[in-house]
């Protein structure tokens, strides 16, 4: 099978998935009689040629686009609040995400905001917010550019406080894309440094996701999967990018995505701290804990670790390696292995693991994660 050609298929939605599969953009909104979308995306993109492209040839068909770029690389409420408002001072008929995490979370939060005018922290689903989610919303349509979150096949947006900066959730499964356009040409130019570290975001979610302790079989079938394809690509891309190994890393960026709506683990909730307290990228984030946190999960675990083991290629009875191996995946990657080396030092660790055990993540780690086993990891990184 070419993965390269645009090829489709419907889980968790529809996608349309291979190089050139974003330029089907135009004749998709003709055919659903939309021809007013806004184009959210970050202002970083939107100066890159091919967000340029796309605008150009929707206008050469006919479709008047208007473009919401004002966002923060945390993005805020006001934010949100300001596209919903230019959604309706430029009356739009529906709305085209296109970028990474950041840009398809505000995509997704304007989605819900333009028919929804509660305070948009009402909506917060960790306060049951999801049953004031009771309008229609516009028709929303997403296009990565990045292979880490798997943003574009989720139902939730995490905004912050305009203030205090503390994350929200917004979630509904209205708020799923009707449709994905994951085209791995819009990704054949992130610089070494963000394929790897997204990479490795798209990774951990593979990886703790298969070791959840929720029960969800497809899942883990599902995070395997994006284990092989991850460790056939990774490097490549990385170092020596080409279409196949860029839609790889996207396939499994979007299967990490599927896999951990049965959860995450005791890395994702190392790795918050770190982006909250010192801006740290979320993805080199989880890319210097992944291996400390699987060396915590090891014990008790071994047939779970020989499962991955033999989806790095590791053999069928090497779950024992496979923490080297992603020590071994990062010095190849360029990424750090120490947290001294991103600046972090022993004073951080206190506040840290206050944070990270407030962290809504490591519940769903197959062991539990005490305080104080926060602070022996992030003492055992630093
Ligand atoms: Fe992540």
Redesign the pocket.
């Known amino acids: 099978m070419d993965i390269t050609k645009i090829q489709g298929f419907n889980f968790p939605c529809p996608i349309r998935f291979g190089a050139g599969a974003s330029e089907e953009l135009a004749d998709y909104l003709r055919s659903n009689g939309l021809s007013r979308p806004l184009l959210v995306t970050d202002a970083t993109v939107a100066e890159l040629t091919f967000f340029k492209q796309i605008k150009i040839s929707l206008e050469r068909k006919g479709i008047r686009t208007e473009v919401f770029s004002e966002m923060h690389k945390n993005p805020v409420k006001s934010d949100v609040l300001k596209g919903g408002a230019i959604f309706h001072e430029t009356n739009r008929d529906c709305i085209v995400g296109i970028g990474g995490g950041v840009a398809l979370d505000v995509a997704r939060a304007i989605t819900l905001r333009v028919h929804h005018k509660r305070d948009l922290f009402d909506y917060d689903d960790l306060i049951g917010g999801d049953k004031y989610v009771t309008e229609e919303v516009p028709h929303f349509i997403a296009i990565p550019t990045t292979a880490g979150?798997g943003s574009e096949v989720g139902r939730s947006a995490i905004i912050s406080e305009d203030e205090s900066k503390k994350k929200r959730i917004l979630f509904s499964p209205k708020l799923m894309a009707k449709i994905v356009f994951a085209d791995p040409l819009l990704t054949m130019e992130l610089p070494p440094f963000i394929t790897a570290a997204t990479g490795m975001?798209a990774l951990?979610?593979n990886m703790e996701a298969y070791l959840a302790k929720n029960y969800h079989p497809m899942c883990d079938g599902i995070a395997l999967e994006g284990i092989v394809l991850i460790a056939e690509s990774l490097e490549t891309a990385t170092h020596k990018p080409d279409v196949a190994s860029r839609a790889k890393m996207l396939l499994a960026s979007l299967m990490g995505a599927v896999a951990f709506q049965k959860g995450l683990g005791v890395v994702?909730s190392l790795?918050h701290p770190l982006s909250s307290l010192l801006d740290t990228h979320?993805g080199l984030a989880?890319a210097i804990n992944l291996p400390y946190g699987m060396q915590f999960n090891y014990e008790g675990f071994e047939n779970r670790f020989d499962k991955m083991g033999d989806a790095f290629g590791l053999g069928s009875a090497a779950g024992n390696r496979v923490v080297d191996h992603i020590f071994e995946m990062n010095a190849k990657l360029g990424m750090p292995t120490k947290l001294s080396e991103i600046d972090v030092t022993k004073e951080h660790i206190e506040e840290l693991s206050k944070l990270a055990v407030a962290d809504f993540c490591h519940p769903n780690n197959p062991k539990p994660v005490s305080k104080e086993d926060f602070k022996n990891l992030y003492q055992r990184a630093l």
Do not use: E, I, K, M
Request: charged content about 10%.
């Open positions: 979150t975001d951990t979610h994702h790795a979320h989880n």
